[in-house]
């Protein structure tokens, strides 16, 4: 079974130019999750999706930063204008919501390292 | 809200020596703990969970960690280390009702010297 599917696994840009990441998450996982991990830090969550509904973005920095999961399987996360602040990994998970104990087991895919020069 | 503090930022130790990792939480709620392993350049791969029953529980690569709920710790272990488990080591929770929000400590990085 394939895991969490992110892409490009590293991106250098210049200041104020756009960037996207992408995330297929694991096949039947209804629940999709973009974390930012600066370096020698844990990850913070962006933003969940709940399939296509976006039920937690308090955290995502809505002047330059957008989402989308817009069929409730794969979602881009998208920088406009990127800030050299924004220099970080971008981790995407997923898990497979609904009931039960297992429901909030989250997987993580491999990440996307973005320099901003 | 909920919050995680590993209380090492750096752990040396030998290869086949023991090793554990310090974990303490705080939330006024009830709370899943985690612990996630993240080799260099990787991602983070589950190491180990604790939803229910048993406080000890046993993880992938021989790690295991004890739930103790009075000491709101979630200590990780293993018994005898290799080169391989050089890594950092992320301890989180969310918790089972509300916001349901995984937080994350600060990691450990653990290296093992030969």
């Known amino acids: 079974e394939a895991g969490v599917v992110q892409s490009p696994r590293y991106k250098i840009i210049e200041k104020k130019q756009p960037v996207a990441f992408w995330c297929n998450p694991i096949?039947?996982?209804?629940?999709l999750y973009w974390y930012l991990q600066n370096l020698g830090q844990g990850p913070e969550l962006l933003i969940r999706y709940e399939n296509e509904e976006a039920v937690d973005d308090s955290q995502l920095p809505k002047d330059r930063f957008s989402a989308e999961r817009l069929k409730g399987v794969d979602s881009t996360l998208k920088i406009q204008p990127a800030e050299l602040g924004d220099s970080a990994v971008y981790l995407c998970a997923s898990s497979l919501g609904g009931q039960g104990l297992t429901k909030n087991i989250q997987y993580f895919g491999a990440g996307t390292r973005l320099s901003v020069l | 809200a909920q919050s995680v503090t590993q209380l090492d930022s750096q752990v040396p130790v030998f290869e086949e020596a023991p090793v554990e990792l310090r974990c303490n939480y705080s939330?006024?709620?009830?709370?899943?703990l985690f612990w996630y392993v993240q080799y260099p350049n990787q991602g983070l791969q589950l190491l180990l969970k604790y939803l229910s029953g048993s406080t000890l529980v046993k993880g992938i690569n021989g790690f295991e960690a004890e739930f103790n709920k009075s000491q709101t710790s979630f200590h990780l272990r293993k018994p005898s280390v290799h080169i391989s488990d050089t890594a950092e080591y992320f301890c989180a929770v969310i918790t089972i009702q509300g916001a349901q929000k995984l937080v994350f400590g600060q990691g450990t990085r653990l290296t093992i010297n030969p």
């Open positions: 939330s006024s709620v009830s709370v899943y």
């Open positions: 096949s039947g996982h209804n629940t």
